[in-house]
Structure formats: C-alpha cells, structure tokens
T-cell receptor, first 114, second 111 residues
Framework: KAGVTQTPRYLIKTRGQQVTLSCSPISGHRSVSWYQQTPGQGLQFLFEYFSETQRNKGNFPGRFSGRQFSNSRSEMNVSTLELGDSALYLC?????????????FGPGTRLLVL | DAKTTQPPSMDCAEGRAANLPCNHSTISGNEYVYWYRQIHSQGPQYIIHGLKNNETNEMASLIITEDRKSSTLILPHATLRDTAVYYCIVRVKAAGNKLTFGGGTRVLVKP
C-alpha cells in the first residue's frame, strides 16, 4: 500500500498571505488528523476529519481551518500567516472506525513564513 | 489522555539492545501505550502499541508492567538508523482521539 502523501513538501510564504496544504491518506483510511510541529511547542494536534466532518479540534485560532473531500483527501488552510506559523505540518491517517485506530503519518510540509 | 514521562536523552551502542523507559502512572484501564519515533524531522513512524500484555513485532518489543504504570520499549539490536526521537503516548484506542505528544527521548546510537 502507498503511504500517506503530503504536498507540497516545502513552502515559503510572507506574512499576511494564506496557504493550503494537502494530505492524501492511505487507501481505505477515512480519518485524517493534522498536527503542527515547532521547536518551541513540539507536536500539537490541530484537528481531525472523518467522513468530511470535523470530529475533533485542538486549541488553535480560527485562522487554521481544514476540510475533507469525499475521497478522504484533506486540505488545511492557514489564513493571514504570521511568523510563528513557520513549522512542520504533519497529517496522520487511520481507518477511523475506532478499531485498530493506529495513526500513520505523512512526511510533512515544511512551511517558512518570512 | 494520561501524561507520560520519558528521559530527555540516552545513548546506545550499535548492536546492543536499547531499553527506553516510559512512566505513565495515571494511565486508565482503557488506555493503550503507543510508541512512535521521529527521525530527523520526518513524519513520526509508528512502532508498536499495547494494553496489558507484552507485545513484539519486527521493529521492537514492548514490556508493560503488571500495574501498567510504566513500560519499556526494547530495540533488540540498535543500528545507526535507529537514531531518532522516541515518543511514548497513552491514549484511548477509539475513533476521533488525538495523539498527545510529550518531549520524547532523543536516542543516539553510537558506533
């Protein structure tokens, strides 16, 4: 099986811009979770989508949003970028059925905000 | 989810077993112990998980104490490619649950 894929892998933006990141899950996986990793805060949960609905949410401002499509692919959007949004953004996917709920991570998208 | 405590770093000799401890004294009866590792800012890689019994797979073994308040991840024959940050996470194995990462243990395998 192909693993979790994330695009793009690297991105440079300037303050005030917005960015959209994409995550394609492992075949058969319907749950997609997003995480932010920074040197100061470590790995933090952003939100989780299952069947096109947000099922769980972390403690991030409304500038961070996401969506999921009918094929389970997910996108996350960050609007009005701030310098502190520079981070590695990771998505993790799982079956989402509550059984065998191991999450598998993609390689991440490294975002640099200038 | 219960919190975990791991040593911040440890060294290991190549070819020897690496024993990574994790304390989770407030773990609940329905919480599993998961281990992931992250190699040089790649995405975290799933290693193993368990509830009560010891578990083994092709990557590692997981030993959970009888009271479930601590566990040890064992890499039987560490290689240089095992150098990574190892995260011990406890969570309910249910749909919709997030993973809460702590600081992990930075393992350096030395030749």
């Amino acid at each position: 099986k192909a693993g979790v894929t994330q695009t793009p892998r690297y991105l440079i933006k300037t303050r005030g811009q917005q960015v959209t990141l994409s995550c394609s899950p492992i075949s058969g996986h319907r749950s997609v979770s997003w995480y932010q990793q920074t040197p100061g805060q470590g790995l933090q949960f952003l939100f989780e989508y299952f069947s096109e609905t947000q099922r769980n949410k972390g403690n991030f401002p409304g500038r961070f949003s996401g969506r999921q499509f009918s094929n389970s692919r997910s996108e996350m959007n960050v609007s009005t970028l701030e310098l502190g949004d520079s981070a590695l953004y990771l998505c993790a996917t799982s079956t989402g059925d509550g059984d065998g709920e191991t999450q598998y991570f993609g390689p991440g998208t490294r975002l640099l905000v200038l | 989810d219960a919190k975990t405590t791991q040593p911040p770093s440890m060294d290991c000799a190549e070819g020897r077993a690496a024993n990574l401890p994790c304390n989770h004294s407030t773990i609940s009866g329905n919480e599993y112990v998961y281990w992931y590792r992250q190699i040089h800012s790649q995405g975290p890689q799933y290693i193993i998980h368990g509830l009560k019994n010891n578990e083994t797979n092709e990557m590692a073994s997981l030993i959970i104490t009888e009271d479930r308040k601590s566990s040890t991840l064992i890499l039987p024959h560490a290689t240089l490619r095992d150098t990574a940050v190892y995260y011990c996470i406890v969570r309910v194995k249910a749909a919709g649950n997030k993973l809460t990462f702590g600081g992990g243990t930075r393992v350096l395998v030395k030749p």
